[in-house]
T-cell receptor, first 113, second 113 residues
Framework: AQSVTQLGSHVSVSEGALVLLRCNYSSSVPPYLFWYVQYPNQGLQLLLKYTSAATLVKGINGFEAEFKKSETSFHLTKPSAHMSDAAEYFCAVSGTYGQNFVFGPGTRLSVLP | DTAVSQTPKYLVTQMGNDKSIKCEQNLGHDTMYWYKQDSKKFLKIMFSYNNKELIINETVPNRFSPKSPDKAHLNLHINSLELGDSAVYFC????????????FGSGTRLTVV
């Protein structure tokens, strides 16, 4: 079975500062890992995904994430936050064949001017 | 063209009523899902359908029933609505290759009064 934890339900950063959103997973099989973003009153949009290829994954809007098996982590980063990055971010994990897709509880990112 | 579309976007109804939410995808995906997002933004899978076969049925009340007339549609019927059913409901779909991730609709905000 798979599970996901996201440290920090709410993260605030200043505009231009580094964004770091934490995700740790538990999986009994090699996992697939995903980050989704949800802007206010909208659906979820796929930011990036790890599917056993390169461990450093680049996504849309300047975000990237690094898969670290030894730490069972898949943290999301962006070098410089923009006001438009304010949203809810969800980490998700599935089994090797996409089964048992599970979302983390989400982290709300606020960007301060 | 909208990939996964849900209607209605907002739904306000009284307790005890029966309502339906429709979902359609034009991506050619073979699996569709319904998720419930509560007030704390937590996402919980309710159902999934693969080629008209229910393959996931989490512990949701039997007042909720998915209906899939064809591969491109998965509707959600809710009988005898209760206050606790108020939430945002998301439809999603995925291809056979789950490494590509899920595509979500924009959500239906259900308010039971």
């Amino acid at each position: 079975a798979q599970s996901v934890t996201q440290l920090g339900s709410h993260v605030s950063v200043s505009e231009g500062a580094l964004v770091l959103l934490r995700c740790n997973y538990s999986s009994s099989v090699p996992p697939y890992l995903f980050w989704y973003v949800q802007y206010p009153n909208q659906g979820l949009q796929l930011l990036l995904k790890y599917t056993s290829a390169a461990t450093l994954v680049k996504g849309i809007n300047g975000f990237e994430a690094e898969f670290k098996k030894s730490e069972t982590s898949f943290h999301l980063t962006k070098p410089s936050a923009h006001m438009s990055d304010a949203a809810e971010y969800f980490c998700a994990v599935s089994g090797t064949y996409g089964q048992n897709f599970v979302f983390g509880p989400g982290t709300r990112l606020s960007v301060l001017p | 063209d909208t990939a996964v579309s849900q209607t209605p976007k907002y739904l306000v109804t009284q307790m005890g009523n029966d309502k339906s939410i429709k979902c359609e995808q034009n991506l050619g995906h073979d699996t569709m899902y319904w998720y419930k997002q509560d007030s704390k933004k937590f996402l919980k899978i309710m159902f999934s359908y693969n080629n008209k076969e229910l393959i996931i049925n989490e512990t949701v009340p039997n007042r909720f029933s998915p209906k899939s007339p064809d591969k491109a549609h998965l509707n959600l019927h809710i009988n005898s609505l209760e206050l606790g059913d108020s939430a945002v409901y998301f439809c999603a779909s995925s291809p056979r290759d789950r490494r590509r991730g899920y595509t979500f609709g924009s959500g239906t905000r259900l308010t039971v009064v």
